[in-house]
């Protein structure tokens, strides 16, 4: 079930927290949506959930309009906000029979339904526990199962990790990995290597525009359109083999590599590459060339450059 987003805005006073935002999360996809604090990350999610409206644009869910229908999309979304609105007096089990019964499954179904969140979500041992009694990544995996058990066909998971230890993470991370094979999951981090590890596209937003959108190594492609190698020389005068790369036509900057003896990171100028020009100028200078690596841009290099502009 795909997510239509189309020229949405909102507007808080005069500050516009979304401004004319567009894009489309197809069926099976997981999606990631980043940004900095601020830049409309819950407000977009927000809408899509039909938490609140927008002031202008619409958003179709399987194609009904969040104008025509929005109890039919709440219906089809399972929305895990960034506070997990867990009632914490209650034990896992009761709780999630009461949002069963909120979301209007049938009493025959309910336990089945139940068994089935204990089992996909990892809460057997702790089933009986009250939602107080357990750990951040638990109360997660509640959280999980509460947007989870009415069986929708579309996630919303706004920062689903946030709070976690690194192992939770992980756990937290496969699960939704394994979800999100059979339904739409869009999810909102400010961990980017988790994005990485999780997404199959990457949404970035900025002051309310979306600023990227692509996989990460499209991204990677994308961001500065610039080579960066690490290059190790060896047999040669460090300073001489620092000038003789500053001269290369496709170099753009130099820089020796810290903490790495006649070592050095290049950077080609804008569409270029310089890896020819330098094993040529070390064949001609009887330099013996230990290392050449292409540097990869960081998702968070990216994030940074995007964001900060």
């Not at 914490?88 to 089990?93: A, H, N």
Request: net charge neutral; proline share 4%; charged share 30%.
């Amino acid at each position: 079930m795909d997510i239509v987003v189309d020229n949405i805005t909102k507007k808080y006073g005069i500050q516009k927290a979304v401004d004319n935002v567009s894009f489309t999360v197809k069926t099976g996809q997981i999606v990631g949506f980043l940004g900095p604090n601020g830049a409309g990350k819950t407000t977009t999610m927000k809408a899509i959930s039909c938490f609140l409206v927008p002031g202008e644009g619409d958003i179709k869910v399987g194609g009904v309009s969040i104008w025509d229908n929005p109890q039919e999309i709440k219906k089809r979304i399972g929305y895990l906000p960034e506070k997990n609105p867990l009632y914490e007096d209650m034990p896992v089990i009761d709780y999630l029979y009461f949002i069963a019964e909120l979301h209007d499954i049938p009493k025959s179904k309910i336990k089945e339904r139940i068994r089935e969140m204990v089992k996909i979500c990892g809460l057997e041992v702790e089933k009986h526990k009250k939602i107080s009694e357990l750990s951040k990544g638990y109360q997660q995996r509640v959280g999980l199962a509460q947007a989870l058990i009415h069986d929708p066909e579309v996630l919303v998971l706004d920062e689903p990790t946030t709070g976690l230890d690194p192992n939770q993470i992980v756990e937290i991370r496969a699960l939704i990995k394994k979800i999100g094979k059979q339904k739409t999951v869009l999810l909102s981090s400010h961990i980017l290597a988790e994005v990485e590890a999780t997404c199959d596209r990457i949404l970035i937003i900025n002051k309310g525009k979306i600023v990227a959108d692509g996989s990460a190594e499209e991204l990677r492609k994308h961001s500065q359109g610039r080579e960066i190698l690490k290059v190790k020389i060896e047999d040669g005068n460090n300073n001489e083999i620092f000038q003789a790369l500053q001269n290369i036509d496709t170099v753009g900057l130099v820089n020796f590599f810290m903490g790495k003896e006649n070592t050095y990171e290049i950077q080609s100028k804008n569409e270029l590459s310089s890896k020819r020009n330098i094993f040529k100028l070390c064949v001609e200078k009887g330099w013996f060339l230990s290392e050449l690596t292409p540097i990869e841009t960081k998702l968070e290099d990216i994030f940074r450059e995007l964001t900060m502009k």
